[in-house]
């Protein structure tokens, strides 16, 4: 896995001249990725019944943006000899589950490396972590709050969700900033602020701030100093980690005995890993199956031996 | 006796009418150390109220101000009142009549520490800004006439001499 430095998770599509700004201002701030996010909400999505909003609703989701970068636009990462990655997100906004009918129809929504979401009560979301998997859980300032609970938190959690916290809105109005406090207030409550991301939702490049900074806001959002700095770095790279994993899904793993050419150190030879699937063993894996060839026989196949079910978590 | 131990912020501010170009920016500062001390103690009320404002203006001081760089060192009482002081930094967005930008460059212990801090990354960007003074086949040719030196320098920074 490589090492992905400070993280900048969200810098939105929307106005669309100014996007490579943004990205080339954040490089120079310090952070090493970022990841461009398209926002759909559920109701703009085409249903065959409703024939009023003909116009307006898309047909299919829109393809990821991207950014091409040349060596001069990012010159202090150039000279350490590192190159940034920029990353593809998409975020829903929902009510409930009906969007799970065009998610799974379309090509395109699985091209996007991340996948957020915005629930816009506590019932959709109930309703989403029992059916659906996704990366990031975000907040809409102008969306009402709704009611959280310690096993709702703990929920999330065990499915790899991180929660995330804009902190532009923070900057420009001041209605905003006392519900993202009560926010940050609420989470250290109900979940010891475990499994929270700091990103800005900049539409200017004035917004953005760079990663020392950010890792200072810990202070107002009730958090620790650790908590503050992990924000930026560590657990950007466990948001990068579980999307992999579930892009990947559930695979296998098949453990054989390795029959050397020297016949008579066959019968001592330990038992070796002959085929394993390509992968790195830091990986979080949904399910394994292993394959046990305990049988002294050199011959072995799949049906015969036993085969033992692990899960991790 | 105890010790009294402070933290030292290095911070740049920045101008947000130049910080999408690519020029250079060479006008100093109107700003004196009085008016960057006022404009955080206010932010300060704002965000943390009396309590944050009490604790914080005991030990707090602007040590350092350069205003051609736009950099100034900022000190602050160890542990509460630092703290409390770096998490507004991000909300200061006006100095005076100018809308600015702060960023953190280093947190130092000790004024000495910031100041070698400063020397080491002031000379790196010397550096880097006389390569711009190159000239057009490419060479490094430092020793211009009047004229050529005058053309240049307007090139790099957009200024109206």
């Known amino acids: ?313 | 006796m105890v010790r009294r131990k402070h933290r030292y912020a290095v911070v740049q501010l920045e101008r947000t009418s130049s910080i999408a170009l690519p020029y250079l920016d060479v006008k100093p500062l109107k700003a004196s150390e009085d008016d960057i001390f006022k404009a955080v103690k206010i932010k300060l009320g704002e965000l943390h109220g009396d309590y944050g404002r009490a604790v914080t203006t005991l030990g707090m001081r602007v040590k350092y101000l350069n205003e051609a760089t736009r950099i100034v060192v900022l000190r602050a009482r160890l542990g509460e009142p630092f703290k409390m002081m770096a998490s507004t930094l991000p909300f200061v967005t006006s100095i005076g009549a100018e809308s600015i930008q702060c960023t953190t460059l280093y947190i130092a212990g000790t004024i000495r520490h910031s100041l070698i801090f400063l020397e080491k990354r002031q000379k790196r960007i010397f550096k880097q800004v006389l390569e711009m003074f190159k000239s057009d086949k490419g060479q490094k040719k430092y020793k211009m006439s009047e004229p050529e030196l005058k053309e240049r320098i307007l090139q790099i920074t957009k200024l109206e001499m």
Not at chain 1, 10 to 18: D, Q, V
Not at chain 1, 140 to 148: A, I, K, M
Not at chain 1, 179 to 186: H, S
């Open chain 1, 1 to 313: 896995m490589k090492d992905l430095g400070y993280a900048d998770l969200n810098i939105p599509s929307k106005p669309e001249s100014t996007v490579k700004a943004r990205v080339v201002r954040a490089l120079e701030l310090g952070y090493q990725t970022v990841a461009i996010n398209t926002v759909i909400h559920q109701e703009s999505l085409f249903l065959k019944k409703k024939t009023s909003d003909k116009d307006n609703a898309l047909s299919d989701f829109p393809e990821p943006t991207t950014v091409t970068l040349s060596e001069t636009d990012y010159p202090e990462l150039a000279n350490k000899g590192l190159k940034p990655t920029i990353l593809t997100r998409l975020t829903l906004v929902i009510k409930d589950n009906d969007f799970l009918i065009h998610y799974n129809k379309s090509n395109t929504a699985k091209k996007y490396d991340l996948l957020g979401l915005i629930p816009r009560s506590s019932n959709a979301l109930q309703n989403a972590l029992k059916s659906f998997r996704f990366d990031i859980l975000s907040y809409d300032p102008e969306l009402e709050h709704f009611h959280w609970n310690r096993k709702l938190y703990r929920e999330a959690l065990e499915k790899h969700v991180s929660f995330e916290l804009n902190y532009a809105p923070m900057i420009t109005d001041r209605e905003h900033r006392r519900k993202i406090i009560a926010l940050a207030y609420n989470y250290n409550f109900v979940g010891k602020c475990k499994g929270i991301i700091l990103s800005s939702s900049a539409k200017r490049p004035i917004d953005l701030r760079s990663p020392t900074d950010v890792a200072n806001l810990c202070c107002i959002l009730s958090m620790n100093e650790c908590r503050g700095r992990e924000a930026v770095m560590k657990q950007c790279a466990n948001v990068h980690k579980a999307a992999l994993g579930r892009k990947m899904g559930v695979f296998r793993v098949r453990v054989d005995r390795v029959v050397q050419e020297t016949t008579t150190a066959a019968v001592s030879a330990p038992v070796t890993v002959a085929s394993v699937v390509d992968k790195e063993p830091e990986e979080r894996r949904e399910g394994i199956e292993v394959i046990d060839c305990s049988s002294s026989d050199s011959s072995v196949s799949a049906e015969d031996s036993d085969v033992e079910n692990m899960e991790e978590d």
